[in-house]
């Protein structure tokens, strides 16, 4: 996905003491040790749909759109901008509370988590009830010196944001894959940031650029507070399709890693090809059928 803005939490402020007490391990989950928080999430993770997906759906008609998904059956969304709501973060509430709708996060330009300007984005998703704050691509990443430079600013952007009981996060794509001396620029951020920031996998990306998104996940316990189910072809495979479930990746087992060790807490579902010339919105509730029925075959 390109870089697009969006925004999330619970409205106030609020000291740790308040979000601990009022949001239990949610907010207390590094306080806990990995095999309990795991322990935590072990039932069922839910499932969002990051809005990206229908994002032609979304700009005819921002308000049906989250009617649709909430039909299909999705327990939240992840943002990909905010349409008729920009700015308007107690209307959207509202329509999402009336969908009984999460949200699941939101897709945020790097600029809106630095300095000042967090002020003002912290306000906007607290209202509407999203704590996740996830980077969609940033330039910076994959070059030698600014990425340093990049993983201080999320550093600081997650001490900022822990004691609201929310956090910042990066979202990749396939080129942050590419190494710089013997590691690639993902092994490169995870190491240079703390614990609290996430490292949102995309795990149909992480795939295509020749990853293990398991190993990915293992690696790095409890970083993959959210991670997106992206269906992906890997290897031009004629008999593959792009929907969960008829594509390359093992999603039972990626599912099996986000539950064991990833401290995952939401599963995004993000569809960004459309098989047989089928709308976003019909590609999107296949795509959730396909994981349905993985999730209800696992033990």
């Known amino acids: 996905m390109g870089k697009m803005e969006r925004r999330d939490v619970d409205g106030g402020t609020w000291t740790r003491r308040m979000v601990i007490k ?146 910042c996060g990066y979202h990749n794509h396939t080129g942050e894959f590419k190494k710089e001396g013997d590691k690639t620029y993902w092994e490169l951020f995870a190491e240079r940031t703390s614990r609290d920031v996430i490292l949102q996998q995309d795990c149909g990306w992480s795939a295509t650029a020749g990853a293990n998104p398991v190993e990915l996940i293992q690696k790095y316990p409890g970083r993959t507070r959210t991670v997106h189910f992206k269906p992906a072809v890997v290897g031009g495979d004629k008999e593959k399709k792009d929907i969960l479930g008829q594509d390359s990746v093992d999603w039972g087992a990626v599912y099996n890693a986000c539950r064991s060790v990833g401290g995952t807490e939401w599963i995004v579902i993000e569809q960004e090809q459309y098989p047989d010339g089928k709308p976003a919105m019909e590609c999107t509730e296949q795509s959730l059928a396909g994981l349905n029925k993985i999730l209800a075959g696992l033990k």
Request: with cysteine; aromatic share 8%.
């Open 22 to 167: 009022t949001t239990g391990l949610a907010a207390a989950a590094w306080v806990l040790p990995l095999k309990l928080r795991a322990a935590a999430v072990a039932a069922r993770i839910p499932i969002a749909v990051q809005l990206y997906s229908v994002r032609g759906d979304c700009r005819t008609d921002f308000d049906a759109a989250l009617e649709q998904v909430a039909k299909m059956g999705f327990s939240g969304v992840e943002f990909a901008g905010y349409y008729n709501y920009e700015g308007k973060a107690k209307e959207l509430r509202q329509r999402l509370d009336g969908l009984n709708l999460k949200v699941a996060g939101t897709h945020i330009n790097m600029n809106l988590i630095r300095d000042e300007p967090i002020k003002s984005t912290i306000e906007f998703h607290q209202t509407i009830g999203c704590k996740f704050l996830i980077v969609p691509g940033e330039g910076s990443f994959t070059d030698p010196e600014k990425s340093k430079l990049l993983a201080e600013a999320f550093n600081g952007a997650a001490e900022t944001l822990k004691p609201l009981g929310m956090a």
